[in-house]
């Protein structure tokens, strides 16, 4: 069975702080998406990573993929109030002829002052 | 680039009535639209696969004969709920892809569907 799994569902953070989010996949894929969705919004696209080892950051976000433990990992440093929000990561399904997204059930990060 | 806007953004309809959901690729042709349904506070679910000029292809447990999909141009895509009940009130979500060598998919800003 497909299977994305994010840890933890809900996460309260203080400002300043940092913290990581997994995903863990159960299917062979080597293209995973970082998402993020504001409330009533649809969703943004913060990173793709496309191979064993990737890691790209933009601001106070940094995503990598480890596509042999089949894990990836979003790390928040420095936390503010603008990155609440709930973050979904997916992975391309290569079942038919279109790779299809599996979403995890996404993380809702809440920052506190 | 790669713009996808849906119409209407918002829609409230009765119990029993037909409506219509358009996804639009603005600034790229998109061979193949995803639709997906999102109720509150959970993820993304994948309804159907469309390819242009051919029947979509639906998740296990989507009914094909309720959630009708069109698409029809390389630019438009259509979701028409039918017969709609209170339980199909979701956030419907479009995304589309422009080539079977590209798995990126683009989204659009989703739809609020509201059944009285």
């Known amino acids: 069975e497909l299977k994305v799994e994010q840890n933890p569902l809900f996460l309260s953070m203080q400002e300043g702080k940092n913290y990581t989010i997994y995903c863990n996949y159960s299917t062979t894929s080597d293209r995973l998406y970082w998402y993020r969705q504001d409330p009533g919004k649809s969703l943004e696209s913060l990173f793709v990573?496309?191979?064993?080892?990737a890691v790209k950051q933009e601001g106070r976000l940094m995503a990598s993929l480890d596509t042999k433990a089949r894990l990836s990992t979003l790390h928040i440093t420095a936390a503010v109030h603008d990155l609440s929000a709930t973050y979904f990561c997916?992975?391309?399904?290569?079942?038919?002829?279109?790779?299809?997204?599996?979403f995890g059930k996404g993380t809702k990060l809440s920052v506190k002052p | 680039g790669a713009v996808v806007s849906q119409h209407p953004s918002r829609v409230i309809c009765k119990s029993g009535t037909s409506v219509k959901i358009e996804c639009r690729s603005l600034d790229f042709q998109a061979t193949t639209m995803f639709w997906y349904r999102q109720f509150p506070k959970q993820s993304l679910m994948l309804m159907a696969t469309?390819?242009?000029?051919?029947?979509?292809?639906?998740e296990q447990g989507v009914e094909k004969d309720k959630f009708l999909i069109n698409h029809a141009s390389l630019t438009l895509s259509t979701l028409t709920v039918t017969s709609a009940h209170p339980e199909d009130s979701s956030f419907y979500i479009c995304s589309a892809s422009s080539g079977l060598l590209s798995y990126e998919q683009y989204f659009g800003p989703g739809t609020r569907l509201t059944v009285t």
């Open positions: 990573l496309l191979s064993n080892g």
């Open positions: 997916a992975v391309v399904f290569y079942g038919g002829s279109q790779g299809n997204l599996i």
């Open positions: 469309s390819n242009e000029g051919s029947k979509a292809t639906y």
